[in-house]
């Protein structure tokens, strides 16, 4: 059995710094908010709590940040739009207010990618919550 020759191609490990721009994580943890929600005629009636929680991969500019608020992606402006998206009238699942909550990070063209948890908190009293979780995606 013979071996074949080397190959006079030289492989060099790929510079990681220049592969992937640089990301920043901005979350909001346990956001709770009264909501309309739910499909059941006792869920239509009144609010329940619900707990938010989401995480956004936000691509870092080149450019160092100035200390300025237009620099980065703020969390208050995203709290703010959650709290309306909420306040606008009833959604009948979790999933739709989740998409809705992603739709609205992902507008800033500078999140990469977002990850949403609805849970409703209130609907069986032997567990703590229930809902969903979502990850989506700008693309380009």
């Known amino acids: 059995m013979t071996t074949s020759s080397k190959s006079s191609k030289t492989l ?3 510079d990681q710094q220049q592969a992937q721009p640089a990301v920043r994580r901005v979350f909001v943890k346990d956001l709770v908010l009264a909501a309309l929600i739910g499909v059941h005629r006792h869920e239509k009636d009144g609010r329940q709590r619900v707990r938010i929680n989401l995480d956004m991969e936000v691509v870092e500019s080149e450019d160092p940040i100035q200390d300025r608020l237009a620099d980065v992606v703020c969390y208050e402006d995203v709290v703010t739009a959650i709290r309306a998206l909420v306040a606008a009238g009833h959604i009948n699942l979790v999933e ?4 809705l909550v992603a739709s609205r990070c992902l507008k800033d063209r500078r999140v990469r990618k977002v990850r949403v948890r609805v849970e ?3 609907v069986f009293a032997d567990a ?7 990850e989506r995606f700008n693309l380009g």
């Open 96 to 99: 739709s207010l989740a998409e």
């Open 12 to 14: 060099y490990p790929v």
């Open 128 to 134: 703590s919550s229930v809902g969903v979780e979502i």
């Open 120 to 122: 409703k908190l209130d």
